[in-house]
């Protein structure tokens, strides 16, 4: 590990389309940066909970959730929840958290919930080097909360029809919140996911990305792999599930393409 960080760095993972890999990529990059001796903790902020099913915790494990970091003033250390992996905590979603966004809007601080409870002082004695947020399939308040909280921005985006249309709302969005509230968030880059390298839609779409956005395209690119697919209901990260699959290497890749930028 070479920048153990005494603030963890935090990324949210943002893409308002359903099923593009977000929950995939939370896990699979967060189980690849804590098999190489990071520190991580994983925020559920999606209240289908699949990054917290898909990590193990059972519904009846989930007393203490992001509802409760967000809404009733919990800390992180209260509410972070062990998983398998050593160095991988995760901060688990229930369907309660889709009525979060409604009892925000009346709190005047709505938009720096998350920010807040990540800059407690109780963060920087949790031993973490990255906190990785996996947002929901929209750009609501609950996405914003994490923009505002993070770094920067991870967006998977799946290799087909349509895939660069919304990345200009979510670049807006961006925008509007570097104006608003967090003036340094960074783009981190686009990962491509599910990609099939034979289907030349997905060349092309790959082309596309790398045209609009250039250098923030990884070079890592995620294949479509079955045994990714077939990970999370064995509640495993592909890592552990098939760690020689095509899948577990490219999260592999993608983990260290992250690190070995500046952090
Ligand atoms: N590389 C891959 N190969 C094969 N299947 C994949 C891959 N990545 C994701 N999937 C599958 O695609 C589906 C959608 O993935 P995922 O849940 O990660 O997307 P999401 O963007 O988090 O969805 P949502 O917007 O609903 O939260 C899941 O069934 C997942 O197992």
Redo the contacts with the bound molecule.
């Keep these: 590990m070479s920048d153990r960080r005494r603030s963890p760095k935090i990324i949210a993972i943002v893409?308002q389309k359903?099923?593009?890999?977000?929950?995939?990529?939370a896990i699979n990059l967060g189980a690849a940066l804590a098999e190489d001796g990071y520190g991580v903790a994983l925020i559920d902020l999606?209240p289908?909970g699949?990054a917290s099913t898909g990590l193990g915790i059972e519904p009846e494990d989930r007393q203490l959730t992001t509802y409760e970091l967000l809404l009733e003033g919990r800390a992180l250390s209260e509410v972070l929840a062990p998983t398998a992996y050593e160095n991988l905590r995760i901060v688990p979603a229930t369907p309660d958290l889709s009525s979060a966004d409604i009892e925000m809007y009346s709190n005047r601080k709505r938009s720096f919930l998350l920010k807040d409870a990540l800059n407690a002082r109780d963060v920087e004695t949790l031993d973490l080097d990255f906190i990785l947020i996996?947002c929901?399939?929209s750009l609501s308040l609950l996405t914003v909360n994490a923009m505002v909280a993070a770094h920067s921005v991870l967006v998977?985006l799946q290799s087909e029809f349509f895939a660069l249309e919304g990345l200009s709302q979510l670049m807006l969005t961006m925008r509007e919140v570097r104006q608003s509230a967090n003036a340094d968030l960074r783009m981190e880059g686009v990962v491509l996911?599910?990609f099939d390298g034979r289907n030349r839609l997905a060349q092309q779409v790959l082309a596309d990305a790398k045209d609009t956005l250039g250098e923030l395209v990884f070079k890592t690119i995620?294949?479509?792999?079955?045994r990714?697919?077939e990970a999370?209901s064995y509640a495993q990260p592909v890592l552990d599930y098939d760690p020689m699959s095509k899948?577990s290497i490219a999260y592999r890749e993608l983990a260290h393409e992250l690190t070995s930028r500046a952090v």
């Design positions: 893409n359903g099923g593009v890999g977000k929950t995939t990529t999606d289908q699949n996996d929901p399939p998977p996911t599910m995620v294949p479509r792999n079955v990714v697919s999370p899948g």
